[in-house]
Structure formats: structure tokens, C-alpha cells
């Protein structure tokens, strides 16, 4: 009996890890804490097909074969500014976007809101 504990307790901690979605600290580290809190919202109201917006930092420029690959995932890239960019994926792609090596950061878009040039005068009258 106690030689059967031997090979059944290392299995079950895999098991348990794997059901229980045991998370990498690498791939945690590169998603923003903001994105983190709506992923684990989405995820209890079971809304994890839903896309979601966001703004990713690569540590070298993507290539054709970096592109091909985001796409067949299900995430689309929008645009960029050097190494830095937008896409659209469901938001439980996520964490396969932070598995990937060549990506450093992972932040939700941010809206940016213009205000009128007047806004900023009366900020400054005290």
C-alpha cells in the first residue's frame, strides 16, 4: 500500500495543478494588474470568449512568422509604434499572449479622452 503513495502523490499534484490552473509568476509578471482584475471578473460571469482590447510590449519587432502565429491563436494585431502593440483577442487568449517570449508586457487599452483647449486655461486660473 505505501509503495502505490509513492507514485500517486507526485500524480495527483500534477493533476491538481493542471484542473486547478496553477499560474506561471513569469507569465503573471506581464499581465497589468488592471487587465488581471476584468480577466477574473469575465472569468466568474463566464464572459472569457469575449474580446478584449489591449496594448503589448515586444522585446524585438514582430516578424511575418511572429504575426502568423498570433493569428492563428485568435489575436489580431492592429497597429504599432516600434515594439509596442494593439491588439483584439478573446480574453482567454490572454495568457497565451503572455506565454510568448518575445512579449515583455501585457496592459488593457486605456480610452483617452480629449479635453477642449479651454479646459486647460481655467485649470490653470486659481
Do not use: W
Amino acid at each position: 500500500m505505501k509503495s502505490y503513495t509513492v507514485y500517486f502523490l507526485p500524480i495527483l499534484i500534477i493533476l491538481i495543478c493542471n484542473f486547478i490552473a496553477c499560474k506561471d509568476p513569469e507569465v503573471e509578471r506581464k499581465i497589468d494588474a488592471n487587465l488581471q482584475f476584468k480577466m477574473k471578473s469575465l472569468k466568474e460571469s463566464a464572459q472569457l470568449d469575449n474580446s478584449v482590447s489591449v496594448v503589448f510590449k515586444t522585446n524585438e519587432p514582430l516578424t511575418d512568422q511572429h504575426k502568423a502565429v498570433l493569428q492563428k491563436k485568435g489575436i489580431r494585431v492592429m497597429a504599432n509604434i516600434g515594439k509596442i502593440y494593439t491588439a483584439t483577442l478573446p480574453v482567454r487568449k490572454v495568457y497565451d499572449l503572455a506565454k510568448m517570449r518575445f512579449v515583455e508586457s501585457i496592459q488593457g487599452s486605456k480610452e483617452f479622452k480629449a479635453h477642449p483647449i479651454d479646459s486647460s486655461r481655467t485649470i490653470q486660473k486659481l
